[in-house]
C-alpha cells in the first residue's frame, strides 16, 4: 500500500486529491495549518488509511515510518488570499517547499510540486507552453504568488539534480469545482455566489480577458498521472478550451436564473489579459486530456454552491 502525504490537504485542491488517493489503494496523510483550508473539506472522509495533521509546512516536518509520494499543494491560490497574506504565501512557497524536499529525499519519495500558469504571468506567448519563461512582474503585488511558484520550481530541479529525488512539477491552469469557497475571489465561486444570491456580478475590465477552465476530477486525474510517470519538467494541466470572462459571466448568470446585473470593477494590477495551456506533453506523455465538458463542470459546482448557500 503506498504512503502518501498531501501538503495543503485540506484545501480545494488538495482535498479532492486525498479523496482520490484513497481510492487508489493509497494510505494518505493529510496535512494543513488550516489558513485558507478548512476541516469541513476532508470531514467527509471516514476512511481508516486517512490520518489529518494540523501542520505548518514553513516549520519542520517530521513524519514517522516510510513515505512513497509527497504531494506539496500546501499555498494560498487566490488573488484574495495572497494579496492579503503576502509574507504567508512567500513563505510557503520557500521555507515550505524546502522542508517538503528535505522530507521527500530523507524518505526516498516522489515529490510532486503544484506549480501554477502563474508562472507565466501576464504571458506574450499564447497559448502557453512549458517552454515559455513568463512575463512576471517580481515587485507588483501579484509578485509574492508569481515568484514564490517560481522559486519552488527551481529549487524542486535543483534537489532533482544534486540529491537524485524523483521530482514531477504540475502547472496548474484555472480549475474549479465543488469546494471552492464562497469568497475565494476567484472568477467562477465569485459569479455564482453573486448569481445565486442576486447580487450585481462584478466583472473586472471589461471582461475580453480569457481563462480556461478544468473541472477538478480532471485535473486531479491529470496530477496522479504525472506521480506515476518518470516526467521531471514541467507539464502543464488544465482545459484549452478558452473563453472571455463576460461570457463567463454569461453562462452563470443564465445559469443562475438571470436575477442579478453585470456590473464593472478597474481590472486589478498585473492581472493576466489571456490564459489558455498548451497540452501536448500532458497528452503525449501522460495520456491525459480533459473529460468533463463545462456545462456539466459548472451544474456540478453550481449544486454544491446552493448547498453552501441553503438555496
Given at each position: ?5 498531501v ?22 496523510i493529510?496535512m ?14 471516514g ?10 509546512v514553513?516549520?519542520y516536518i ?26 504567508q ?5 520557500s ?9 521527500a ?18 504571458p506574450?506567448?499564447?497559448p502557453?507552453e ?14 509574492v ?13 535543483a ?7 524523483a ?9 474549479y ?7 475565494d ?11 445565486l ?33 518518470d ?15 463576460m ?37 503525449e ?12 463542470g459548472?451544474?456540478?459546482t ?10
Amino acid at each position: 500500500m503506498p504512503r502518501t502525504l498531501v501538503t495543503g490537504g485540506a484545501g480545494f485542491l488538495g482535498s479532492h486529491l486525498c479523496e482520490y488517493l484513497l481510492d487508489q489503494g493509497h494510505e494518505v496523510i493529510c496535512m494543513d495549518n488550516l489558513l485558507t483550508g478548512s476541516e469541513d473539506n476532508i470531514a467527509q472522509i471516514g476512511d481508516k488509511k486517512f490520518q489529518f495533521i494540523r501542520h505548518n509546512v514553513t516549520e519542520y516536518i517530521r513524519i514517522d515510518g516510510e513515505l512513497d509520494y509527497i504531494l506539496h499543494f500546501a499555498s494560498p491560490a487566490s488573488p484574495i488570499d495572497y494579496l492579503e497574506l503576502p509574507i504567508q504565501t512567500l513563505k510557503v512557497g520557500s521555507l515550505g517547499t524546502h522542508n517538503a524536499l528535505g522530507l521527500a529525499k530523507k524518505k526516498r519519495a516522489v515529490f510532486v510540486l503544484a506549480s501554477t500558469s502563474e508562472v507565466y504571468g501576464d504571458p506574450l506567448v499564447h497559448p502557453q507552453e512549458e517552454s515559455y519563461w513568463g512575463n512576471v512582474n517580481p515587485v507588483g503585488p501579484r509578485g509574492v504568488y508569481d515568484e514564490a511558484k517560481r522559486f519552488a520550481e527551481a529549487i524542486t530541479m535543483a534537489y532533482h539534480r544534486t540529491h537524485g529525488i524523483a521530482t514531477r512539477i504540475v502547472r496548474i491552469f484555472n480549475t474549479y469545482g465543488p469546494r471552492m469557497r464562497l469568497r475565494d475571489g476567484r472568477v467562477i465561486p465569485n459569479f455564482f455566489r453573486q448569481g445565486l444570491t442576486g447580487e450585481d456580478m462584478t466583472v473586472y475590465g471589461d471582461g475580453s480577458q480569457t481563462r480556461s477552465f478544468c473541472y477538478v476530477s480532471d485535473l486531479v486525474e491529470g496530477i496522479y498521472r504525472l506521480a506515476l510517470s518518470d516526467v521531471v519538467d514541467p507539464v502543464n494541466l488544465g482545459n484549452p478550451n478558452e473563453l472571455s470572462v463576460m461570457e463567463m459571466a454569461e453562462k452563470i448568470l443564465k445559469a443562475t436564473g438571470g436575477k442579478s446585473k453585470i456590473v464593472f470593477s478597474p481590472l486589478p494590477k498585473d492581472d493576466p489579459k489571456v490564459r489558455k495551456p498548451n497540452i501536448t506533453r500532458a497528452r503525449e506523455l501522460l495520456g491525459w486530456e480533459p473529460k468533463v465538458g463545462l456545462a456539466e463542470g459548472l451544474k456540478l459546482t453550481m449544486d454544491y454552491f446552493r448547498s453552501r448557500l441553503n438555496i
